[in-house]
């Protein structure tokens, strides 16, 4: 049976943590996928060893070291909201997508990004997305009522700052560069880098002191 799409009412109901209904049947069926193609000959398990490590090579720590470039080097920063990929070379990060836009938070503006249509997201720089950031809830509700959907991630962000919503897709993936927090002034760039969060750099959290 095909499910009747959820009207917009309907899903302002739903939150943007949602479950995991059905992922335990998925998994099954993977595994069970997989053991078949071993088992005729069509896959090498070094093969499934070779892309899972590229899958899983990728990390937020790769994106916080960016973060924490910008902030220590006003060069960088500029190079990096110019190029985002540019800059992640120099860094000594590929990024595979067809372009990376670095979308910097201040006083007056926070970025939240999301992907409307499925689950595009810079994974080349950051890896899997959240399992939340591909859920129904958060790609309807991010664009329709971004400042109740933060909320429930635990920001509440005072009505003079204005909340733009960015919206991946094949061509363009974002990345947030979070405000940098304050009493940091010492701090080194791998310190700083270990204050980042991958939410923050998705727009759904700031950074900690």
Request: hydrophobic fraction near 45%; aromatic fraction near 6%; proline fraction near 7%.
């Amino acid at each position: 049976m095909i499910a009747t799409p959820a009207s917009p009412a309907e899903m302002s109901a739903v939150p943007v943590i949602e479950g995991h209904q059905g992922s335990d049947y998925y998994a099954l069926m993977t595994r069970a996928l997989h053991q078949i193609l071993l088992e005729e000959g069509l896959l090498a398990p070094e093969e499934t060893d070779r892309v899972i490590a590229a899958l899983e090579a990728p990390r937020p720590e790769w994106g916080a070291r960016l973060v924490a470039r910008a902030w220590v080097d006003p060069a960088f920063k500029a190079r990096l909201l110019k190029d985002g990929a540019g800059a992640a070379a120099e860094l000594g990060f590929t990024i595979k997508e067809a372009q990376l836009v670095v979308v910097e938070n201040t006083d007056d503006l926070h970025n939240v990004i999301v992907c409307t249509l499925c689950s595009c997201y810079p994974r080349s720089l950051l890896g899997q997305p959240p399992w939340w950031y591909i859920s129904k809830s958060y790609r309807a509700r991010a664009v329709r009522e971004p400042r109740d959907v933060l909320k429930e991630f635990g920001l509440d962000l005072p009505e003079s700052v204005k909340v733009r919503v960015h919206d991946s897709n094949a061509d363009m993936r974002y990345l947030v560069l979070p405000r940098r927090p304050a009493g940091t002034e010492d701090a080194s760039e791998a310190d700083l880098a270990r204050l980042v969060t991958r939410d923050s750099m998705i727009g759904t959290a700031i950074v900690a002191p």
